[in-house]
């Protein structure tokens, strides 16, 4: 997911770079990873050696992550948000249509993983939750959930959607965004009440 977001970046002109804790993301040739844009680094150390970011993304990650480790990784994370700045994120969640997306969190690796669960063992998802618990962990931690961002990146979700705009590059699956500030969103203008299909998508995931 890292080199597709870097890529997509890169074709908007946008300075992207990325962080992965990985040998293997590190070692994959791809062309949004060309270049030095991704480093190997543990946020929990710090901020990167980039320094902080307009815009950090963390996309699948959340669901991975022990209930007893969430709320320091969300803090890692967000210390990479330069002021001013958003971090967003995309969460695999419930989804009332297959038992592999039902309500499940498991405490730490501390705890065997029940037999009749192992199946969720494998897709290493640890923490899945409805948005309700995702937002409300944020404000707890004393962010602001900026809810008119992901207003609109929820009509471009629907436009690909319908359009394919990314084509075989994304399968979407039972996820959802959270955008989140440490501060009060900026004014982003009128509100755009167009109908789906003509909605624009916001500048930087263009």
Not at 1 to 23: C, F, N, P, Q, T
Not at 123 to 140: C, I, K, M, Q, S
Request: negative net charge; proline residues 7%; glycine residues 8%.
């Amino acid at each position: 997911v890292l080199e597709v977001v870097l890529a997509h970046a890169r074709d908007a002109g946008v300075d992207a770079r990325g962080v992965d804790v990985s040998d293997d993301a590190l070692e994959r040739p791809a062309r949004g990873a060309e270049g030095g844009r991704v480093t190997k680094w543990n946020i929990e150390h710090g901020v990167p050696p980039s320094g902080q970011s307009d815009l950090v993304t963390a996309t699948d990650l959340l669901e991975h992550i022990y209930e007893v480790e969430v709320d320091r990784a969300v803090r890692a994370i967000m210390s990479c948000v330069a002021p001013g700045g958003l971090g967003f994120f995309c969460v695999a969640t419930m989804d009332p249509t297959t038992a592999a997306h039902e309500e499940f969190v498991h405490p730490s690796s501390a705890v065997p993983i029940p037999l009749d669960r192992e199946w969720q063992a494998v897709a290493g998802h640890v923490n899945v939750r409805p948005h309700a618990y995702w937002v409300a962990l944020f404000e707890r931690l004393g962010y602001v959930v900026d809810w008119r961002v992901m207003d609109l990146f929820a009509q471009w979700w629907a436009r690909d959607q319908r359009e394919g705009t990314f084509g075989s590059t994304v399968q979407w699956g039972p996820r959802f965004i959270l955008a989140a500030r440490h501060t009060v969103a900026v004014d982003l203008g009128p509100r755009n009440d167009e109908p789906l299909g003509l909605a624009r998508p916001p500048r930087a995931l263009e």
